[in-house]
């Protein structure tokens, strides 16, 4: 059974930072993709960041460009979204998701379609 739990989400001061981590099971965790994906309350679902767990290439949407670092251990099977400036836009409960991963992975822009199996999600809230 694939399970993802989410942790290290919190109450941060704009400008701060936050560790996000995703541990996995349930899969051949190099065989999959892992992303972050947030909403925020009134909005609609978004794709933040997400990684090819078997070489580690990586997709940022332009709203935290810059503000992100992500990486996958294989050997914990867990994969860590570091947050740095946050700021009271970025609140928002953080889900991580996985999905076999495809081909077109490279050119996919972290679309939540695309991903088959979720997290409860984790909140993260940050104030001004």
């Known amino acids: 059974e694939v399970q993802l739990v989410e942790s290290g989400g919190g109450l941060v001061q704009a400008g701060g930072s936050l560790r996000l981590s995703c541990a996995a099971s349930?899969?051949?965790?190099?065989?999959?993709?892992i992303g972050w994906f947030r909403r925020a309350p009134g909005k609609e679902r978004e794709g933040v960041s997400c990684?090819?767990?078997?070489?580690?290439?990586?997709y940022h949407a332009d709203s935290v460009k810059g503000r992100v670092f992500l990486s996958s251990n294989t050997a914990e099977k867990t994969v860590y979204l570091e947050m740095y400036d946050l700021q009271p836009e970025d609140t928002a409960v953080y889900y991580c998701?996985?999905?076999?991963?495809?081909?077109?992975?490279?050119?996919?822009?972290?679309?939540?379609?695309?991903?088959?199996?979720w997290g409860q999600g984790t909140q993260v809230t940050v104030s001004s």
């Open positions: 990684i090819r767990n078997s070489d580690g290439i990586t």
């Open positions: 349930g899969f051949t965790f190099d065989d999959y993709v």
């Open positions: 998701a996985a999905a076999r991963g495809w081909p077109g992975f490279v050119d996919s822009k972290c679309e939540a379609h695309d991903y088959h199996y």
